[in-house]
């Protein structure tokens, strides 16, 4: 048997090779490492705080950059003048020129930690607000299968979280990028946003496509994840994913909007989980194989 196995196993390989037919050989889909995922969480911490205008924010969409081309993405800076700052949104793509779907997350973090009662002037680290989706994000982009990605443009939004404070608006980022008339939009629109806590609970969100919703917390049951992805509808968010809703597209957003720690000084490293942005990567990874072919 082992002998016809190796033969038939040639066989394929050179058929593949002669007809450069074999997809599923040559675009084996990396595993999404949790490890990994952290580690590009920690690197955004290690740049400090990351609100628009401070020394952190600038480092932080010059890595987003060099990573995304390291694994080999095309990246364009969409820039708009705002109030005193500019907005700047990293796009990536790979070879397609209108990709289908877009998977966003919010790079920048929040300059006043107004949840907190002791420190609300204190600017918030967002370890999990903002670090873990752009974790995610770029672990996808090391990860997705060239068969597919061609499909997919990865959005890290600027300005999502400075609503209140000045002039400045929520959601900023995502709104210019979504009238801008230059942007090709897309079919679909995932957001990730607030998805590293190490007590992960992930509720369907009333202002996402119900649709598009019930296809991704049916594909984390399938992985198993029903318990921390759970199907019932609690919330209703006003996040990236709003613009693009009011185009007619079908967008929605995956948060877990229960973490104590929101928009205070003690949402840091301590309170994420590598497991957390696993779940959340491997579900996606695992519904774009699915549904792209
Ligand atoms: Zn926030």
């Known amino acids: 048997m082992k002998t016809i196995s190796y033969k038939l196993a040639l066989i394929f ?8 037919g074999c997809q599923s050989m040559q675009s084996e889909p990396a595993q999404f490492d949790e490890e990994i995922a952290l580690s590009y969480l920690e690197t955004q911490l290690s740049f400090g705080y990351r609100y628009p205008g401070s020394e952190g924010h600038t480092q932080t969409i010059d890595w987003l950059q060099q990573e995304l081309q390291n694994n080999n993405w095309k990246v364009t800076l969409y820039e ?15 070879d397609g020129t209108a990709p289908h779907i877009l998977l966003g997350a919010h790079y920048d973090t929040r300059i006043t930690a107004d949840q907190d009662k002791d420190q609300p002037q204190t600017p918030v680290m967002g370890a ?13 982009s090391r990860v997705l299968p060239q068969s597919i ?31 801008d008339p230059i942007f090709a939009l897309p079919d679909q629109v995932i957001i990730v946003d607030m998805i590293g806590d190490a007590d992960l609970n992930i509720y369907m969100d009333h202002n996402s496509d119900e649709v598009l919703s019930q296809e991704i917390w049916a594909a984390a049951a399938d992985l198993d994840y ?9 919330y209703s968010m006003y996040d990236d994913h709003v613009p693009f809703k009011e185009k007619g597209i079908p967008a929605i957003d995956i948060i877990d909007f229960d973490y104590p720690y929101w928009h205070t000084t003690q949402d840091v490293a301590e309170n994420i ?11 996606l990874l695992y519904w774009l194989s699915k549904s792209i072919n």
């Not at 029903?226 to 609690?234: A, H, M, N, R, V």
């Not at 989980?273 to 579900?283: N, P």
């Open 13 to 20: 390989i050179a058929s593949c090779l002669l007809s450069s």
């Open 80 to 94: 708009y003048p705002y109030y005193d700052l500019v907005i700047t949104n990293v796009v990536a793509h790979r």
């Open 128 to 140: 999990n607000d903002g670090a873990s989706g752009v974790a995610v994000l770029l672990e996808l």
């Open 149 to 179: 990605s061609n499909e997919i443009s990865l959005a890290f939004f600027d300005f999502e979280d400075q609503g209140n404070i000045g002039q400045y608006q929520w959601i900023a980022g995502s709104n210019a990028l979504a009238n």
């Open 226 to 234: 029903q318990s921390f992805l759970i199907p019932e509808t609690k």
């Open 273 to 283: 989980s590598s497991k957390s942005l696993g779940i959340i990567g491997e579900t």
